[in-house]
C-alpha cells in the first residue's frame, strides 16, 4: 500500500522560506506525476504545484508562480517544495499527492489523484 508523508510545515514570518518534503513508499511514483495541494479554512483544496515523471514538466497555480519551485528525486522517493516569499494567504495545509494515471491528465483535479499524505500545516504571520 502506497504511502506518502509530508513533512516540513511550520509557522514562518511573511516574507520567509520553507521547504517541504514528501517521502513515499510502499508503491511506485518514478512514472508518475506528483503534487502539491494546498487547503485553507476559507477556501476549498486545490493544486499549488505539479510536477510531471521526469521533471522535465511542472505546474503552478499563479498565486505561487514565481515564489514556489517543486522538484523531485526519483531514486529518493522524494518529491519537494521550496516555498520563498511566502505570504499569510498561503497558510494552509499542505498535501502530497500522486496521480491515478500516467501521464499529466487531470493535474489540475484533486478527483484524478489517487494517493495522498495526511497533509502538513504551514502558518504564516504578518
Known amino acids: 500500500q502506497m504511502q506518502l508523508v509530508e513533512s516540513g510545515g511550520v509557522l514562518v514570518q511573511a516574507g520567509g522560506s520553507l521547504r517541504l518534503s514528501c517521502s513515499a513508499s510502499?508503491?511506485?511514483?518514478?512514472?508518475?506525476?506528483l503534487a502539491w495541494l494546498r487547503h485553507a479554512s476559507w477556501m476549498v483544496r486545490k493544486l499549488a504545484s505539479a510536477?510531471?515523471?521526469?521533471?522535465?514538466?511542472?505546474y503552478y497555480d499563479d498565486s505561487v508562480k514565481g515564489r514556489f519551485t517543486i522538484s523531485r528525486d526519483n531514486a529518493k522517493n522524494m518529491v519537494y517544495l521550496q516555498m520563498n516569499y511566502l505570504k499569510p494567504e498561503d497558510t494552509a495545509v499542505y498535501y502530497c499527492?500522486?496521480?491515478?494515471?500516467?501521464?499529466?491528465?487531470?493535474?489540475?483535479?484533486?478527483?484524478?489523484?489517487?494517493?495522498w499524505g495526511q497533509g502538513t500545516q504551514v502558518t504564516v504571520s504578518s
Open positions: 499527492a500522486r496521480l491515478r494515471r500516467f501521464g499529466d491528465y487531470g493535474y489540475n483535479d484533486e478527483k484524478e489523484y489517487g494517493y
Open positions: 510502499g508503491g511506485v511514483i518514478c512514472t508518475y506525476l
Open positions: 510536477i510531471n515523471w521526469s521533471g522535465r514538466y511542472t
